[in-house]
């Protein structure tokens, strides 16, 4: 079965760095465009950045020049550089694989970002 497993999250003070990683199972990884997306305590789940099997990459505004989304095929993982954090990125991220007929999520990892 498509299992997604996060992990990399915790608590940073403003200005510095986290790296989330997303091991992807069940389901042929090279060929799937995959996403981050995040909810904040009150806030809807939002798009945070995508890659394509092609590993052409696309960001929030928010968070454009600050992360870095990647993809590493040959171990079937997603990663997620976060740099320059600040308190408005604390949130539960999550992994994301489109699949066609759905999509599948992993359980999250919650970031926080202290002031």
């Known amino acids: 079965q498509v299992q997604l497993v996060e992990s990399g999250g915790g608590l940073v003070q403003t200005g510095g760095s986290l790296r989330l990683s997303c091991v992807a199972s069940?389901?042929?990884?090279?060929?799937?465009?995959m996403a981050w997306y995040r909810q904040a305590p009150g806030q809807q789940r939002e798009l945070v950045a995508t890659?394509?099997?092609?590993?052409?990459?696309n960001y929030a505004d928010s968070v454009k020049g600050r992360f870095t989304i990647s993809r590493d095929n040959a171990k079937n993982t997603v990663s997620l550089q976060m740099n320059s954090l600040t308190p408005e990125d604390t949130a539960v991220y999550y992994c994301?694989?489109?699949?066609?007929?759905?999509?599948?999520w992993g359980q999250g990892t919650q970031v926080t970002v202290s002031s």
């Open positions: 994301t694989a489109n699949l066609g007929v759905q999509r599948y």
């Open positions: 890659i394509t099997s092609g590993a052409r990459t």
């Open positions: 069940g389901f042929i990884f090279s060929v799937r465009h």
